[in-house]
């Protein structure tokens, strides 16, 4: 086989003319070795990666036999290019999870990729065994992107579909095929010489005939040339069709074997991975390591998966061979074996495996019964691409003979959104469940619960759940539950919707007390990703408390998150969204943005409709603010078209429903904001959401008066309101509405007011959004305690352009405005960057604003971009995940 020469193993060739190739083929984006099986590939890749003068990084990858877990794919090729790069962290190992977006994780290792310093190459080996489609279309937009340093290998037996037109027009794809990796004749006669092996020189080319220079057939024959008394018959009878060829090698190589090594490599070929003590199971007999290693060292198909050399699996082709003479053999031994090696694998935690070989033993009844019984820790462990697979693994009709395979249908079904069919799953297990001896029923019954609180909770059925939730804990904590681990894993979960539930009800304080109980109970039993979850929700479940409280929280949440890879998931969305709308309320528009923007990027893959909601709500709040006010129309109304997909009212529907009316008067469009607040319940018109809009209608309207009478209820605190910000809205209006009247010492006095409420929170956005702002520079500073908030708000608010402020010419900055400039480009709020600089708040807001004077700048993010323009900032900055964490960033 191709090889290198210095390797120290028989047998094995220089073939300098293909590592040549590879050399000169680093230069381009990316290199395609496609070949058929045993070709040489794989040998041909260690004898490039492992030749001398190597300086460049290389990554390998090969991918497992029949792999369909996208996810598990990216996470292996992400944790080889880190081993590579030098950049191993054991306690940031990323973490497979039940919801994955590949786009995100493409363009994390894009990222990983420009982050390392000299060139870089990633193998990817038996990329043929690759069966999730939606990898490939994720893999091309890698490749197709990848920064000038770095370069890819790909390995497989066929042409993988990877859209590479593009690549292959700039010269940018380097192909080596079928005929490239052939074995000449000269090749063929010095590997028959590397393997001690002499044949007259007709004879050397007859093979080299027969085989048409295929490596495995090439080493096939060696190895069984070794040892037989006629190589010149051996070599002329080598033909025939595949099967033909195929029962004659086996023949002669396996049966030339020693009896307990034929009996290890036919027994052992029903695995896809066999290590000694399996081996030992399978065969009866003790000794499978020592002769598994010796058969990797004599090249002799079996390749060792790990460094330490306790894994291996057979060459594929040598699989494959193994089983077809198994089949001949020992047909009746085929399901014991599949049996055996279930059991082995489900006693050693590895169920997805067990489950598999007890379905190649046609053993559906126990597979699905394993199946039901660990689907939600599967799941839980990220591997719902695995449990898919195994679902189609099953016959057509097996439903029937094994009903509870329908909870795990409907465990697939909540995973991706499918809720009816998830509640007809779930409806077909509970009837059955009724039929089962106790033990079982109740298990049954309590997993069924539990998906069924699920489905509550993703329908937006609130009160379903609170309805089913006490029952289930109640039926945890009981004494019939027998499986603890399985109990825990269900409080858990509960406690984790009761939670989310409450959150969207506005239960602030219960929601916070039961997601730090459920991420507690998450961490003690080992859990990370329920606990995340938990911690993610809780940063909104915190804003009823404080604003700064929320972005403590959500930002622990992150970097929890960011330790298992989830940073880019749907499971740490509700972390995004929450950091988005504090930034928001408080004036941060640019950071909002860039938050929303992560937000939405981790819920492509799927999201409940309370994150939907509250995302599009958000967005629409940021565009209003920003005067986007048809965008901000059109986000309103999608906000408003989730929930009416739920079951029930989101708590926070009454401030979407108030957003669009008030939205329609303000683009001049009062009878379509009449016709929105026609369709509005009569419990929901008499929230202080909605009163505040009746009341913008009423000011576009010309009505000062009307709109005073609207807002009545809300300012003297009869109206129910879900926040704080509400009541300042209020105010402002009826400041706009006393300036309306001629009444300035009233409107003065409800700005003092809507200044008094925001104060605390430094909640700008009412400002922005009711256009009450303009009524501050009127406002006398030294006649308010508000003087610096009311100056945030008029930076926020102020309609300076970056065009034309990046036209003014820059006055100097003093040292501390350079300095305070540097923490522009972070994450950073203005609270955190005063904590860093050792001054108070007030010191910040003064420096901020005269750095906005002096670059004429509108906000944040133009201050950065006019400070880089007069090179004031460079190409890098500060950023940080967190107060006193500092770090560069290029």
Same mark, same amino acid.
């Given at each position: 086989m191709a090889?290198?020469s210095g ?5 094995l060739?220089?073939?300098?003319a293909?590592?040549?190739t590879?050399?000169?083929? /680093?230069?381009?984006k990316v290199?395609m070795?496609s070949a058929p ?5 794989t ?6 990666s492992?030749?001398p003068?190597r300086t460049?990084r ?5 991918v497992p036999?029949r792999h369909h877990d996208?996810q598990?794919f990216?996470l292996?090729?992400l ?5 590579a ?13 039940p919801?994955f ?12 990729l ?5 060139p870089?190459?990633f ?5 043929h065994?690759l069966?999730a489609p939606?990898a490939f279309?994720?893999l ?5 992107n990848?920064?000038p ?5 790909l390995?497989?037996r066929?042409d993988?579909p990877?859209?590479l037109q593009q690549?292959r027009? /700039? ?5 080596i095929r079928?005929?490239?990796m052939r074995f000449?004749e000269?090749?063929t006669?010095?590997f028959?010489a590397a393997?001690g092996l002499?044949?007259p ?10 085989t048409e220079?295929w490596?495995?057939g090439l080493?096939?024959?060696?190895? %069984?040339?070794?040892?037989?008394p006629?190589?010149g018959r051996?070599?002329?009878?080598? %033909?025939g069709?595949?099967?033909t060829?195929?029962e004659y090698l086996?023949?002669e ?8 090594v034929?009996r290890l490599?036919?027994?052992t070929?029903?695995l896809?991975r066999?290590?000694?003590e399996l081996?030992d199971l399978l065969t ?6 020592r002769?598994?290693?010796e058969?990797e060292?004599?090249?002799a198909?079996?390749v060792?998966?790990d460094p ?11 699989s ?9 053999t020992?047909?009746?031994q085929?399901?014991?074996?599949? @049996?055996r090696a279930?059991h082995w694998?489900?006693?050693?935690g590895h169920i997805?495996?067990?489950i598999g070989?007890?379905?190649a ?5 126990e597979?699905?019964?394993l199946l039901?019984d660990?689907?939600?820790?599967l799941t839980l462990d990220?591997q719902?691409?695995?449990?898919r697979?195994?679902l189609?693994?099953?016959p057509?009709g ?5 009903p509870?395979l329908?909870l795990?249908?409907?465990i697939?079904d ?5 809720l009816?069919?998830a509640?007809a799953?779930?409806?077909i297990?509970?009837?059955h469940?009724? @039929? ?6 109740h298990r049954?019954e309590?997993?069924v619960?539990?998906?069924e ?16 939730v006490g029952?289930?804990?109640?039926a945890?904590?009981?004494p019939? @539950? ?7 894993d ?11 539930t409450?959150?969207?009800s506005l239960?602030l304080?219960d929601?916070?007390r ?5 991420a ?8 990370p990703y329920?606990?995340?979850a938990?911690?993610?929700?809780l940063?909104f479940?915190s804003?009823?408390?404080s604003?700064t409280?929320?972005r403590?929280?959500c930002r622990?949440?992150l970097a ?5 890879g ?11 969204? @929450? ?21 939405r990027r981790?819920?492509?893959?799927g ?11 958000t967005?629409?709040m940021l565009?209003? /603010?920003r005067?986007?006010?048809r ?7 999608a906000?408003?078209q989730?929930?009416a997909?739920?079951f029930g009212e989101?708590a926070?529907?009454a401030?979407v ?5 008030a939205?329609?008067a303000?683009?001049?469009?009062p009878?379509a904001?009449r016709s929105t607040l026609?369709t509005i ?7 202080g959401?909605i009163?505040?809009a009746?009341?913008?209608?009423h ?8 709109a005073?009478?609207?807002l009545?209820d ?6 129910e309101?879900?926040h704080d910000?509400?009541?300042?809205e209020?105010?402002l209006?009826?400041a706009?509405a006393g ?7 009233? /409107?003065v006095?409800?700005?003092e007011?809507a200044?008094?409420l ?5 909640l700008?956005?009412p ?6 702002g303009?009524?501050?520079?009127s406002l ?6 508000h003087?610096?908030l009311?100056?945030d708000?008029l930076?926020?608010v ?5 065009s034309?402020a990046a ?6 900055l003093s040292p501390?405005e ?6 522009l ?7 955190e960057?005063a904590q860093e600089? %050792? ?6 807001n003064?420096h901020i604003r005269n750095i906005?004077a002096k670059l004429?700048?509108t906000?944040?993010?133009t ?9 004031l900032?460079g190409?890098t900055?500060?950023t ?6 500092l770090?560069i960033?290029?």
């Amino acid at each position: 086989m191709a090889g290198n020469s210095g390797s120290g193993r028989p047998g094995l060739i220089d073939r300098r003319a293909l590592v040549s190739t590879l050399d000169r083929a /680093a230069g381009r984006k990316v290199t395609m070795i496609s070949a058929p099986a045993g070709s040489g590939k794989t040998s041909l890749l260690r004898a490039w990666s492992a030749g001398p003068g190597r300086t460049r990084r290389i990554a390998s990858l090969t991918v497992p036999p029949r792999h369909h877990d996208t996810q598990l794919f990216w996470l292996g090729l992400l944790g080889a290019v880190r081993a590579a790069a030098g950049t191993v962290d054991e306690t940031d190992t990323p973490t497979a999870t039940p919801n994955f977006d590949g786009r995100a994780m493409v363009d994390r290792m894009l990222a990983e990729l420009a982050g390392i310093d000299g060139p870089v190459v990633f193998v990817i080996d038996d990329l043929h065994e690759l069966e999730a489609p939606d990898a490939f279309e994720q893999l091309t937009a890698l490749l197709t992107n990848l920064p000038p340093h770095a370069h890819a290998v790909l390995a497989a037996r066929r042409d993988p579909p990877l859209r590479l037109q593009q690549l292959r027009l /700039a010269g940018e794809l380097a192909e080596i095929r079928s005929a490239h990796m052939r074995f000449t004749e000269s090749e063929t006669r010095e590997f028959l010489a590397a393997s001690g092996l002499s044949l007259p020189a007709d004879a050397a080319a007859l093979l080299h005939e027969r085989t048409e220079g295929w490596a495995a057939g090439l080493r096939l024959a060696a190895l %069984s040339l070794a040892e037989h008394p006629d190589p010149g018959r051996f070599v002329a009878e080598f %033909s025939g069709t595949d099967r033909t060829v195929a029962e004659y090698l086996i023949a002669e190589m396996l049966e030339r074997q020693p009896a307990d090594v034929q009996r290890l490599l036919l027994r052992t070929s029903v695995l896809d991975r066999v290590n000694g003590e399996l081996a030992d199971l399978l065969t009866e007999s003790p000794g499978s390591e020592r002769i598994l290693l010796e058969l990797e060292d004599a090249n002799a198909f079996v390749v060792a998966l790990d460094p330490q050399r306790t894994w291996f699996r057979y060459h594929h082709l040598f699989s494959g061979l193994l089983r077809l003479e198994l089949r001949r053999t020992l047909p009746g031994q085929i399901p014991i074996l599949h @049996t055996r090696a279930a059991h082995w694998f489900a006693r050693h935690g590895h169920i997805a495996e067990a489950i598999g070989h007890l379905q190649a033993a046609g053993a559906w009844t126990e597979a699905a019964r394993l199946l039901t019984d660990h689907a939600l820790s599967l799941t839980l462990d990220g591997q719902a691409g695995t449990i898919r697979a195994l679902l189609r693994s099953f016959p057509n009709g097996c439903g029937s003979d094994a009903p509870e395979l329908a909870l795990v249908y409907a465990i697939a079904d909540l995973d991706q959104l499918r809720l009816d069919q998830a509640a007809a799953h779930l409806r077909i297990v509970r009837a059955h469940a009724a @039929t089962t001896p106790p033990q079982r029923r109740h298990r049954l019954e309590l997993a069924v619960t539990a998906l069924e609180l699920l489905l509550a909770r993703l329908h937006g059925h609130f009160d379903g759940v609170f309805e089913q939730v006490g029952s289930l804990l109640s039926a945890i904590t009981g004494p019939s @539950t027998a499986d603890v681990a399985l109990g825990n894993d269900l409080r858990a979960v509960a406690l984790l919707n009761l939670g989310v539930t409450e959150a969207w009800s506005l239960r602030l304080r219960d929601s916070e007390r039961h997601l730090l109980e459920g991420a507690a109970l998450a961490q003690e039993i080992g859990r990370p990703y329920l606990e995340v979850a938990c911690r993610a929700q809780l940063g909104f479940s915190s804003t009823g408390a404080s604003f700064t409280l929320a972005r403590e929280r959500c930002r622990a949440a992150l970097a929890s998150a960011a330790r298992h890879g989830w940073d880019d998931q749907p499971v740490i969305a509700p972390a995004l969204a @929450t950091l988005a709308g504090v930034q928001v309320w408080t004036g941060e528009f640019d950071e909002g943005q860039r938050w929303l923007d992560r937000a939405r990027r981790a819920t492509q893959a799927g999201s409940e409709p309370g994150i939907r909601l509250l995302l599009h709500l958000t967005a629409g709040m940021l565009s209003a /603010a920003r005067g986007q006010q048809r965008r901000a129309l059109a986000e309103f109304q999608a906000a408003g078209q989730v929930e009416a997909g739920m079951f029930g009212e989101h708590a926070l529907g009454a401030r979407v429903a108030g957003c669009v009316v008030a939205t329609q008067a303000r683009l001049g469009m009062p009878a379509a904001a009449r016709s929105t607040l026609a369709t509005i319940t009569e419990k929901r018109s008499a929230t202080g959401e909605i009163r505040t809009a009746v009341a913008a209608i009423h000011l576009a309207d010309d009505d000062p008066a009307a709109a005073r009478r609207a807002l009545r209820d809300v300012l003297d605190g009869t109206a129910e309101v879900n926040h704080d910000f509400t009541r300042i809205e209020a105010h402002l209006l009826d400041a706009l509405a006393g300036r309306a009247l001629g009444d300035d010492r009233a /409107a003065v006095a409800a700005l003092e007011r809507a200044l008094e409420l925001a104060e605390p929170e430094r909640l700008i956005l009412p400002f922005a959004l009711t256009g009450a702002g303009e009524l501050l520079k009127s406002l006398p500073r030294q006649d308010t305690a508000h003087a610096a908030l009311i100056a945030d708000i008029l930076d926020a608010v102020r309609g300076d352009t970056p065009s034309r402020a990046a036209a003014r010419p820059a006055e100097s900055l003093s040292p501390t405005e350079l300095r305070l400039l540097r923490y522009l480009p972070t994450n950073l709020t203005r609270p955190e960057i005063a904590q860093e600089l %050792s001054v108070s708040v007030n010191t910040v807001n003064t420096h901020i604003r005269n750095i906005y004077a002096k670059l004429g700048a509108t906000d944040r993010s133009t201050a950065v971009q006019r400070g880089r323009e007069l090179r004031l900032l460079g190409g890098t900055g500060i950023t940080t995940r967190g107060p006193s964490e500092l770090r560069i960033r290029g």
